[in-house]
């Protein structure tokens, strides 16, 4: 796939430098989507997990998980903790996650 930077390359800062480096772990696979809601995608090659939440409120969305997962925020690496079968998330109207899901160690 295509990757898009409006930042002038000899300007461009560590934190732009950071971001283009992590989009770039998700590129050639896009997201395959659980229904036509667009709610919950998995780009499965790479354990990650997209929520969107498309509605005017906020909204809890659930997503299975294979066993014990670890689950954390992509962007960031907050360790979001660990689940069981089935993980709840909280997102505010007009917001998205991309979750990074691994197997918990045990």
């Known amino acids: ?5 409006g930042d002038l390359l000899y ?5 732009s430098i950071r971001v283009l480096k992590k989009l770039m772990e ?19 090659g790479k354990g990650l997990v ?7 409120q906020e909204k809890c ?5 294979e066993g014990r ?4 925020d ?5 360790n979001l903790g660990e689940f069981d079968g089935v993980v709840t998330r909280r997102l505010r109207a007009h917001s998205a996650e991309v979750l990074k899901v691994t197997a918990a160690e045990k």
């Open 1 to 5: 796939g295509m990757v898009l930077s």
């Open 11 to 15: 300007e461009i800062s560590e934190e």
């Open 26 to 44: 998700t590129a050639g696979e896009a997201a395959v989507f659980e229904d036509d809601s667009l709610t919950v995608g998995r780009i499965a």
């Open 50 to 56: 997209c929520l969107f939440n498309w509605q005017e």
């Open 61 to 65: 969305i659930d997503f299975r998980v």
């Open 69 to 72: 997962a670890e689950v954390h």
């Open 74 to 78: 992509f962007w960031s690496g907050e």
